[in-house]
């Protein structure tokens, strides 16, 4: 029996039983209207924790620390987070600072610093503050409802915060899982991506929850792109608390399906919320890929598509240029018979076997219009499927870009 | 004894002995002062012929008869080129016309179709113009003094042609290498690129003559990145007559290391250019990381860091954002100790010992400035080196690429 999974009307990390969070503004980042640049989680219970982070060679401390604390035989109560400065390449000073943090945030909470994780967002070369660290840490007040604030703390160039939360009832039971996180340039993860942080009051195995968020990530934040850049900080936790008071959750059950399910859901969401707000963006674009031989195939393909710098340009110029469709997927150098191949904008047909049909040129550069552009590629020479999301490329990424610290 | 390698002035692919070679407008692009839409390269002698091509999972099938084409046991006469249409994702049409192109070539120098090759590039998922090739093809003279109308034949989105010639002496025998590119868009080679054809008068062994393009193809073209596209219709070709008279090229001799150092700087220097003609580039980035455990790590890490947006962007607006660079370094997942990387901007050290130095930022600002920038990282766990050639990415790309078939 499939258990039916429930959006949480205004959802966020703070909707699982048990979590509180925070925000403030220390001043890290340059000031503005509800601007924070420090968050905090927390849990009374302690959490299981599953993580994944960048595969860069370069990567922050705060990733090394979190590393080293993230386990199936570890237990966690708190994540702090700073955005403004990415506390990366700053020699070992890095990691002095990103053990203090956990230290400030440990007293504070009353909890072990152990059981505290760190993530820092934002500008690589520069030492963290540590004097705002230790002022204005102290002042975070968490709550059950705070969960808006940590979303807004974590936030760097994006134009807005990234939330969720779905349930599932097991048993009368109500189970939540909730997320949020923050995006926008050096964006084209590996194994994880930026940071996002997901929690559950869900009592889950943690070899179970680890499995669930691996499988999680690579259809989700391993699928999108902004600009084919890793970043050195990309994180992304999934902490469960247990306090819905459900059975253990550990696979092999209706419960644990629909887990999967509402992790999968949250960080899918999570994930298209990245692709649309990427730097400059006008709009996502959505690549799906049917019928490639395997699945691997399949998310490589869509995802090529999704970060190829001419398929964003056509796009954003609406530009029905499927030729370039045609390039980006066949430079992921997945095996396909070209002779196959249909296209599709928003459900119009361009393509047919390989080759280009009539169609109104009109309605295809209407749908290109849209806030969301759908590209589908059908390489019919299998029955495996593959999604990834991307966004266009415009001017205004460059001239952002262009002039990012000086 | 290390042979001399002279530059030939005005040199190009007719500069070796026994190549003619010349240029028409056909129409197939759109008109233009001096613009050519048809070039053709000739040799009287038989040319022993190397290849590379791409390796997209979608090419053009003048790539696919080329390559039948191409191999230690063929020889070759000529090559046909237009521009303008690239005769990739049209279905069967496609090879039918690419042969006829090279029925229509044999015919009108007294060669064999089969000893003619043909390339194409331009717009994807249009039928070649065939009546165009069938009027314009037979008026092509081709003469010895023709190579610069075949560099403007072969020519798409770029701003200028891209030539070369290079000369070595063996026992009084002078040995010319010529070479012509284009490229400009859809620029990110693997194992070739876009178009580039190189001749010799050398009497060259054809394994030899594989071996040597395969080689400095992998250190000029395919460390290039323009918008880490890659196109459907990447060639390069080699073809060596013998006209100079010389003995016979094959390895393990002074004249054979002169040759491979020749076809290494012809190659290069294309490819050079290529890069520093990226649409909408003002400048062109070079990016040497040395000290890197092995050439091939060096090799990985240089062409991350030319590919990518941030850096791009980054030398766009002479930022000297060095997290960038050490970022782009980092994705390549080479390993490498981040307390031991130094960074040069125009040889002013930004970075030692992974952390930011004192420098004056007035001086790197400048140096960003200039038509060239080179970075350099010292990785310092290694021996290896590595180069790698880009451009910056302006508004101009995505003006360009957001109206270029519509």
Redesign the interface.
């Known amino acids: 029996m499939t258990l039916p999974i429930a959006s949480v009307p205004n959802g966020t990390i703070t909707s699982p039983k048990g979590f509180s969070a925070g925000g403030i503004f220390a001043g890290i980042k340059t000031p503005g209207v509800d601007k924070k640049d420090i968050g905090l989680l927390y849990s009374e219970q302690a959490c299981a924790i599953a993580g994944t982070f960048s595969?860069?060679?370069?990567?922050s401390p705060t990733v090394t620390l979190d590393r080293q604390r993230v386990g199936t035989d570890k237990k966690i109560h708190a994540v702090v987070v700073n955005s403004g400065c990415?506390n990366?390449?700053?020699?070992?000073q890095g990691m002095i600072d990103a053990k203090e943090m956990t230290d400030i945030t440990g007293a504070h909470l009353g909890v072990a610093s152990e059981k505290t994780l760190v993530s820092s967002t934002g500008?690589?070369?520069?030492e963290i503050p540590m004097a705002l660290m230790r002022e204005f840490i102290p002042q975070i007040e968490v709550s059950a409802d705070g969960g808006g604030e940590f979303a807004k703390a974590i936030l760097t160039t994006d134009k807005r915060t990234k939330e969720i939360a779905v349930s599932f009832d097991v048993d009368d039971v109500t189970h939540t899982v909730g997320g949020v996180s923050k995006g926008s340039?050096?964006i084209?993860p590996n194994m994880a991506t930026m940071l996002a942080y997901v929690t559950t009051d869900a009592d889950v195995d943690p070899a179970f929850l680890q499995e669930t968020l691996s499988e999680s990530v690579k259809l989700s934040f391993n699928q999108i792109d902004v600009?084919?850049?890793?970043?050195?900080n990309d994180t992304v936790l999934l902490m469960a608390n247990g306090a819905a008071g459900g059975p253990v959750i550990s696979g092999g059950n209706d419960a644990s399906t629909a887990f999967v399910e509402a992790v999968r859901k949250v960080t899918q969401y999570l994930a298209i919320e990245i692709a649309r707000d990427g730097e400059g963006a006008t709009k996502l674009i959505e690549v799906t890929v049917n019928g490639a031989h395997s699945a691997d195939d399949a998310l490589s393909a869509s995802r090529s598509c999704a970060?190829?710098?001419?398929v964003k340009?056509?796009v954003?110029?609406?530009?029905?240029?499927?030729?370039?469709i045609?390039?980006?997927?066949?430079?992921?150098?997945?095996?396909?018979d070209?002779?196959k191949i249909d296209c599709f904008v928003n459900d119009i047909q361009i393509?047919h076997?390989?080759?280009?049909i009539s169609y109104n040129v009109q309605s295809v550069?209407s749908a290109l219009a849209g806030d969301e552009v759908r590209l589908r590629v059908d390489l019919n020479v299998g029955d495996e499927t593959g999604v990834a999301w991307g966004c266009d490329?415009?001017?205004e990424?460059?001239?952002f870009?262009?002039?990012?610290?000086?």
């Open positions: 595969q860069n060679s370069i990567i990415a990366t390449a700053v020699g070992d500008v690589i070369g520069v340039g050096m084209h600009d084919g850049d890793q970043s050195t970060a190829s710098m001419l340009t056509a954003y110029g609406r530009d029905p240029n499927w030729g370039r045609f390039m980006a997927v066949g430079k992921s150098q997945i095996p396909l070209e002779s393509v076997a390989g080759k280009a550069v490329l415009t001017e990424y460059v001239v870009n262009s002039a990012y610290t000086t």
